[in-house]
């Protein structure tokens, strides 16, 4: 392993670094074009071998991925505690500027810290502290212009990246996970390296300017939403930080403001061509 690897997921920058050394160490192929240097918001420091002083109070259980406990004001995720060679355990500071990952095992193409959940849980727990959310989403850049196709598991959000892909002039984000922060009295979104079925993942960020929530429907129709409907919507096909009283406040909060802002309405569509030429009249009214 190098002695320093540096990515950026949504303006995050993770430095990646410790005492892990084996010969297979990859980057999986998602997180490459996340490499980028810059200053430093988490060290992620890799260990081999799980300190046994690794005990709390259970806090959130997640079965049978993850569970989090709490010690002395930190945080510890046990993922992988009953699949025997895949164990490891990432503890967050309070501020999760420094956090750490053991590895139960010292080998093996699996003591990777972009093997399963580790990464995504990292940045969920840091966007919870007022930074920012990720949504269950595809996301593409038209003209500078982000748009956000929000829907859970099923709803046709690699369909619409396919389909999205074709058309010229458009750069897919995401097809499943997309990260959204405030700058200034702006909100942003970016690509992430956790993608879905059609594997779009892109570090690019852009001004997020329009909102969809998808429905399959027999004929393709669009239609406002407001109120609290939108933020209900976001809060089903997001991550929130359950385990976290202030980050749960923080994730209403940031909704809230973000569906007063940003226009919000349902795309009802066919999977088909139709869908994205309907999408397209919508943005030019």
Same mark, same amino acid.
């Not at 240097?37 to 997640?62: A, M, N």
């Not at 389909?163 to 979104?189: N, P, Y």
């Given at each position: 392993?190098?002695?320093?690897?540096?990515?950026?997921?949504?303006?995050?920058?993770?430095?990646?670094?410790?005492?892990?050394?084996?010969?297979?160490?990859?980057?999986?192929?998602?997180?490459?074009?996340?490499?980028?240097?810059?200053?430093?918001?988490?060290?992620?420091?890799?260990?081999?071998?799980?300190?046994?002083?690794?005990?709390?109070?259970?806090?959130?259980?997640?079965?049978?991925?993850?569970?989090?406990?709490?010690?002395?004001?930190?945080?510890?995720? &046990?993922?992988?505690?009953? /699949?025997?060679?895949? +164990?490891?355990?990432?503890?967050? *500071?309070?501020?999760?500027?420094?956090? @750490?990952?053991?590895?139960?095992?010292?080998?093996?193409?699996?003591?990777?810290?972009?093997?399963?959940?580790?990464?995504?849980?990292?940045?969920?727990?840091?966007?919870?502290?007022?930074?920012?959310?990720?949504?269950?989403?595809?996301?593409?850049?038209? &003209?500078?212009?982000?748009? /956000?196709?929000?829907? +859970?598991?099923?709803?046709?959000? *690699?369909?619409?990246?396919?389909?999205? @892909?074709?058309?010229?002039?458009?750069?897919?984000?995401?097809?499943?996970?997309?990260?959204?922060?405030?700058?200034?009295?702006?909100?942003?979104?970016?690509?992430?390296?956790?993608?879905?079925?059609?594997?779009?993942?892109?570090?690019?960020?852009?001004?997020?300017?329009?909102?969809?929530?998808?429905?399959?429907?027999?004929?393709?129709?669009?239609?406002?939403?407001?109120?609290?409907?939108?933020?209900?919507?976001?809060?089903?096909?997001?991550?929130?930080?359950?385990?976290?009283?202030?980050?749960?406040?923080?994730?209403?909060?940031?909704?809230?403001?973000?569906?007063?802002?940003?226009?919000?309405?349902?795309?009802?569509?066919?999977?088909?061509?139709?869908?994205?030429?309907?999408?397209?009249?919508?943005?030019?009214?």
């Amino acid at each position: 392993m190098a002695k320093e690897l540096k990515i950026r997921i949504g303006d995050v920058s993770i430095s990646i670094q410790g005492d892990v050394q084996t010969s297979d160490w990859e980057i999986t192929p998602a997180y490459l074009p996340f490499i980028a240097p810059g200053e430093t918001d988490i060290s992620l420091r890799l260990h081999q071998g799980l300190p046994h002083t690794l005990v709390g109070e259970k806090v959130f259980d997640c079965p049978p991925i993850w569970t989090l406990y709490r010690q002395n004001g930190a945080s510890i995720i &046990k993922i992988f505690d009953k /699949l025997s060679g895949l +164990e490891r355990a990432l503890v967050l *500071s309070s501020h999760l500027e420094k956090t @750490d990952l053991y590895f139960a095992h010292k080998y093996g193409p699996f003591v990777s810290p972009f093997y399963g959940p580790t990464m995504e849980l990292l940045m969920v727990n840091y966007l919870a502290q007022g930074r920012g959310v990720i949504i269950h989403s595809c996301g593409i850049a038209s &003209k500078g212009r982000g748009i /956000l196709f929000v829907g +859970e598991s099923g709803a046709g959000k *690699s369909t619409l990246a396919r389909m999205w @892909d074709q058309e010229d002039g458009i750069d897919v984000l995401s097809d499943d996970r997309t990260i959204v922060r405030k700058k200034g009295h702006q909100f942003w979104m970016y690509g992430t390296p956790w993608h879905g079925e059609a594997k779009f993942g892109s570090p690019r960020g852009v001004r997020l300017e329009r909102i969809f929530f998808l429905r399959h429907g027999q004929k393709n129709s669009i239609k406002e939403i407001k109120g609290i409907d939108p933020v209900s919507q976001l809060l089903t096909c997001s991550f929130p930080p359950y385990w976290d009283l202030q980050g749960m406040v923080f994730t209403l909060e940031i909704f809230t403001d973000l569906t007063a802002q940003v226009p919000c309405q349902e795309l009802a569509f066919k999977p088909e061509t139709s869908a994205i030429d309907h999408v397209i009249e919508e943005l030019r009214n």
